[in-house]
């Protein structure tokens, strides 16, 4: 028997859907990763965001991050099936290296998140224009 690895996945869905298709879309990459021998373990959906620069004349994509557990001859399949869809405008499947989770258990533990500036109201913004003059 072939052992399963920890995968994350990054993907970008069209933003400028409606939300309905936007769920289709989302449910559809999560069928492609369970079809292909995937066990999910966790989603984190960020929703929408403008992308830093056009892709496939968009520029609002909705984002979202699915950690699984796959073999890995499977992963080539989901990486077809992702670029053959249409409204999956980017992806990025890594495989998570020990290193890799030991590294970020200690950024978790040390940092301090702050979120973006489109995560604040405009209220909140104007505060901190007004505090950093």
Known sequence: MKQKKLYECTVIIDGGMEDAAIESAMAEVKNVISGNGGDIDNVLE????????????????????????????????????????????????????TPLLEMRKRVEKYSVVIGSPEDQSDEEQQEGDAAGR
């Open 46 to 97: 960020i929703g929408r965001r403008k992308m830093a620069y056009p892709i496939k004349k968009q520029t609002i994509g909705w984002y979202a991050h699915i950690e699984f557990n796959a073999e890995a001859s499977g992963i080539a399949a989901m990486e077809k099936a992702f670029r053959y869809d249409e409204n999956v405008l980017r992806f990025l499947i890594v495989q998570l290296s």
